[in-house]
């Protein structure tokens, strides 16, 4: 109305016109500091404004990105907020937080050592931020009393995010950060750490300062003060209580292995008393937080397990262990089914059972393999530990080989080269399982092999040998019982040989009720092989079971044993990848879809290279795996880059063999085989590949079954069932309910078996995967009906496929 029209004259004001600007509270190296008043709400805010050239001149645009793009995310009582950040050609806006009562470092100096419970207050408050971040992937990485701020009633405010970074599993940051007086000694020494217990280091620090009024490493000679800090050179007070004298030299232990950890400080009796019951609770994640506001629950009192795991409706337990139960559970973006552990942690601790525990979540956390069970979340309060985990429905392989008895060699070679494929990934990763059996292999509703329990692992070190004796004694190799010094594979390939030998002879090599006289055979190696082994495993099985852990056969060995390659599943022909490479695969019409859900492209795409848990990469996961696990001729979602076309014609192959027919166009034929699951009956299976754009493909092969008149149900964009039935004059749909000539996606048809009678049936499913060399591979799977039927409609299809 008054004419002014925000044109250039407007300044700040103009850019910022939702807020009434004030005093200036601060002049920095690149920028100043206003006080401001939101002028819907009235409440205050403080607005950095930053200087792009400023910025740029003193090379901090990094720094100052790191920290936008951190304190956006995140939302917590004890770190600072940002609201809002406006950008123009000369300055970037930061909205955020006011906190008017200075830093904590003038409040030490004020006050000089606090009381106990005031200190103690202080650091409760600290460390339920920094497991925030932690929590959240980010390492803060310095630490110490002028980054912390305080509010109108003295409540920490961590702030400062410049120098953090995202935490990556199975990476190591070697930057020197922070101040040299709060730095851990892996920092200043320039060596690899992980990042979390840089921060546990300088919170120990900090707490030494509160309680004391001084800093445990000072010294005006920088040199003396790395020598300190390298040293863990300090002394404790006699005034200090003796809780806080025990906490505090746990933080500050030298070896960051070694190191106490947030947990286990948050369990700490000193840390425990007059601890707020908001502090509780480990805090959510971003993503847990920002849908509690937009459903509006507050995860009020009485939720129980539900409060703790909104992501999921649970259901009946499905078993009860000496420390926890597992039950059934439902995620409830994706629907998929998932199964989670809830183990005790006062029962984990009384049997002494923390370390094993630890070390199958750190390992199961880094492993995506088609054979290995997958861990995609884990949740941690006060009293529990939640393992969110992949739902397999068939039990054990042990119950299976007692029901059946020996297996038939090719069944049991399918397990075996799905059991070698999980621990050569497991070996490739340097971690050696070390106690392989059949009651640690679960079966899928497919009865494909998914290893278990990694609680006894070990991670392999080079030059490094074990020598705790582990697994089960059956199981077990020579040396271990021996209690000898062994470095680890060697001991899982002879655990490989005694299933093997199970498997195909439903009894165990070394087997005595007497544990002296099982070991004596296991140390001599005496064991007899049954005649009806073929000579193929009367070999290798041998190989494996050597006494002398030196001259045993190794994983690359059995890979290429002539029994092993008969009937190699493509998908398991090429050694599996390792951690840091599936990092680095993403499949984008699955991301999308998680994307679709409300989560942010970027952070969901970082998150998943950098291998962090958050609800967008759990959701991405699940939706990952069940995909194409419920085709049935394709395992392993993880693993659809690593397939290889290697030329094999063998009539039990589980994904179909190229042959050298060519199709003419776009799409060549890649193969046709017979697949077996299982031995009983044998399906066909037919192979399509092409560069094109996936979408492209899906189109013209919904166009191909519309016009073959084939009924089919979309379990997601590249995978479908279908039904075709021929009638006797041009193989056209019969079907009197939909006037003989229904086409489309009917979930009704296609699963009731009832609604089509007729023996001549076609049913079975279209995969579409992505290979390595860039190319998609459309897989069709004969799941019933005849097989010179399907044949006949394959030919059929791929008629209709050169128009492509």
Known sequence: MDGSGGGRGGGVESILPNYKLGRTLGIGSFGRVKIAEHSLTGHKVAIKILNRRKIKNMEMEEKVRREIKILRLFMHPHIIRLYEVIETPTDIYLVMEYVNSGELFDYIVEKGRLQEDEARNFFQQIISGVEYCHRNMVVHRDLKPENLLLDSKCNVKIADFGLSNIMRDGHFLKTSCGSPNYAAPEVISGKLYAGPEVDVWSCGVILYALLCGTLPFDDENIPNLFKKIKGGIYTLPSHLSGGARDLIPRMLVVDPMKRVTIPEIRQHNWFQAHLPRYLAVPPPDTVQQAKKKMDGSGGGRGGGVESILPNYKLGRTLGIGSFGRVKIAEHSLTGHKVAIKILNRRKIKNMEMEEKVRREIKIL???????????????????????????????????????????????????????????????????????????????????????????????????????????????????????????????????????????????????????????????????????????????????????????????????????????????????????????????????????????????????????????????????????????????????????????????????????????PGLMELQGVGLRSQYPVERKWALGLQSRAHPREIMTEVLKALQDLSVCWKKIGPYNMKCRWVPNNADGMLSNSMHDNNYFGDDSSIVENDAAVKSPNVVKFEIQLYKTRDDKYLLDLQRVHGPQFLFLDLCAAFLAQLRVL
């Open 365 to 663: 956390r880094l492993f995506m393999h088609p054979h290995i069970i997958r861990l995609y979340e884990v949740i941690e309060t006060p009293t529990d530990i939640y393992l969110v985990m992949e739902y397999v429905n068939s039990g054990e392989l042990f119950d299976y080989i007692v029901e059946k008895g020996r297996l038939q060699e090719d069944e049991a070679r399918n397990f075996f080269q799905q059991i070698i494929s999980g621990v050569e990934y497991c070996h490739r990763n340097m971690v050696v399982h070390r106690d392989l059996k059949p009651e640690n292999l679960l079966l899928d509703s497919k009865c494909n092999v998914k290893i278990a329990d990694f609680g006894l692992s070990n991670i392999m070190r080079d030059g490094h040998f074990l020598k705790t004796s582990c697994g089960s004694p059956n199981y077990a190799a020579p040396e271990v019982i021996s209690g000898k010094l062994y470095a680890g594979p060697e001991v899982d390939v002879w655990s490989c040989g005694v299933i093997l030998y199970a498997l195909l002879c439903g009894t165990l090599p070394f087997d005595d009720e007497n544990i002296p006289n099982l070991f004596k055979k296991i140390k001599g190696g005496i064991y007899t092989l049954p005649s009806h082994l073929s000579g193929g495993a009367r070999d290798l099985i041998p190989r494996m079971l050597v006494v002398d852990p030196m001259k045993r056969v190794t994983i690359p060995e059995i890979r290429q044993h002539n029994w092993f390659q008969a009937h190699l599943p493509r998908y398991l022909a090429v050694p599996p990848p390792d951690t840091v490479q599936q990092a680095k695969k993403i499949d984008e019409e699955i991301l999308q879809e998680v994307i679709n859900m409300g989560f942010d492209r970027n952070l969901l795409i970082e998150s998943l290279r950098n291998r962090t848990q958050n609800d967008g990469t759990v959701t991405y996961y699940l939706i990952l795996d069940n995909r194409f696990r419920v085709s049935a001729g394709y395992l392993g979602a993880e693993f659809q880059e690593t397939m290889e076309g290697t030329p094999r014609m063998h009539p039990a192959e589980s994904v179909a063999s190229p042959v050298s027919h060519r199709l």
